[in-house]
Structure formats: C-alpha cells, structure tokens
C-alpha cells in the first residue's frame, strides 16, 4: 500500500480545510516545499498536491507551486484541482506533475476526459471520485453532481480508467476515521481499479485497517500536520 502525503494549496501556502469547507482553513506551512522536503527526507517517494483556488476558479492557479515542487524534490507528484481544459493538462505536465486528478472533467465533459485517458494513458490521468452522501462532488466538493459514486467507477472504468481516488467528503479533515466501509465496497465491486482512499485518516491503526481492506494507496494530510501520524512511523510502508 502507497502512503501518499497531501498538500492543498491556497495563495500558494499549505492548508487544510475541513469538510472541503473554504472557511474552515488551517494555515500549516508557508512554504509548501519545506512540508515536501521533509516528506522526501522521511523516505516517502508519491505527493498528492491539491491547488484548492484552482478548484474553486475551475482552472490551474498555483502552477508555479508545483513547478518548484517538482524541480525541487524527487517526489512523484500527483496534481489537481480547476484542471479543466486541454491547456491546464499541459500546463501542470509541464510543471512536473507525473499524473493528473480530474474530477469535475470527468462529471461535466466525459469525452474530454476519455480522450485525456487515450491521449496520455491510464498510468498518467486518476479519476476524482469524491462523494458526499454517496454522490459525485464536484468544483472543489461545492457541487454535488447527483451522480452515484459506483454508477460513475463503474462507466470510467468501461472507458479505460486504472487509477481513482476517493474522498468521502463528510469524513474529511475530522480525524474521526476513513470510511472503511466504502473501500472494501469499493474492492469488492472494482477488483481491478487501483483505489486510493482518501480523508478521515487519523492514526497508524486506520492504516492498517485499510491496508487489510487492499486499497492501493491511501492520502494521509491532517493526520501528519497535526502530529496524530509521525513520519518516522510509517516506516513500515516505505520499506515496503
């Protein structure tokens, strides 16, 4: 299982939101590099980078974060938010970013992403399957598509997707647990999707529990920057 440490971006500095909520913001570093040097140094190798004002704008915003991420660090980075058109795609290729996470893409102009999946392949485009209440959220999880999480799995993986990731808005940022049971669900019914969880982790022992449930990665943010998880006790999933 891949522990994937998150960065959320706005006006460029690192911050968590609780709920995917604008107004409950948590300033934790001023500089996003420093947080991903000191991932790089404690042996993690992936950076989920999320650019919450592109989100919000529904277009790339802190590209120029990402670029000194990139060039700075040795770390494989996966980026998102407000990639919604062909020119954001080369934009954040181009700054670095080794995958893309499209979400709202996908809801509102599946064709643009198909061609995204045939273009660049499905090692380098995840599928943003956020859900609150079970269904697809959208535009920085203000929106919600109306879309069932496993109708919407379901149809991309038809279309070629290998990689999603999925957020269980109503758990995000509370440090109250993962939503365990959507996961095995979520093995169960897409035995070949590569699943990376996301939101509500908060100790060693949620991370256990979704290692057993066989997910493929899964996105710690607050958990470290509120010092629930030390980078020196996840040890044990680096070395492997």
Same mark, same amino acid.
């Given at each position: ?20 909520? +604008?107004?409950?913001?948590?300033? +934790? ?31 790339? !915003? ?57 273009? +660049?392949?499905?090692?380098? !485009? ?29 149809? +991309? ?19 109250? %647990? ?38 493929? %990665? ?23």
């Amino acid at each position: 299982m891949h522990i994937i440490p998150a960065i959320d971006i706005i006006d460029g500095k690192c911050v968590r939101l609780t709920q995917g909520d +604008y107004a409950q913001k948590k300033e +934790y570093a001023a500089d996003p590099l420093d947080m991903a040097l000191r991932f790089e140094d404690a042996g993690l190798q992936r950076l989920h980078v999320v650019d919450l004002d592109g989100a919000r704008e529904k277009r790339v !915003i802190n590209y120029r974060v990402l670029e000194r991420l990139a060039s700075k660090t040795g770390l494989h980075i996966d980026f998102g938010g407000g990639i919604q058109s062909d020119d954001d795609l080369r934009i954040a290729f181009e700054c670095g970013a080794k995958q893309i996470t499209g979400g709202s893409i996908a809801v509102r102009e599946p064709d643009t992403f198909e061609r995204w999946l045939k273009e +660049y392949g499905p090692e380098k !485009i995840i599928l943003g399957a956020d859900a609150r209440d079970m269904k697809i959220a959208v535009s920085g999880w203000q929106e919600s598509s109306g879309r069932h999480i496993f109708d919407f799995l379901e149809e +991309y993986q038809e279309r070629g997707v290998r990689y999603a990731i999925s957020t269980d808005v109503a758990k995000d940022g509370l440090l109250q %647990g993962p939503s365990i049971h959507l996961y095995q669900e979520l093995r169960d019914r897409f035995p070949d999707l590569h699943v990376i969880a996301s939101g509500g982790v908060s100790s060693l022992k949620d991370l256990e529990e979704l290692e057993e449930v066989g997910v493929w %990665g899964v996105i710690v943010g607050k958990a470290i920057y509120e010092g629930r998880i030390q980078l020196k006790d996840l040890a044990p999933w680096i070395a492997s």
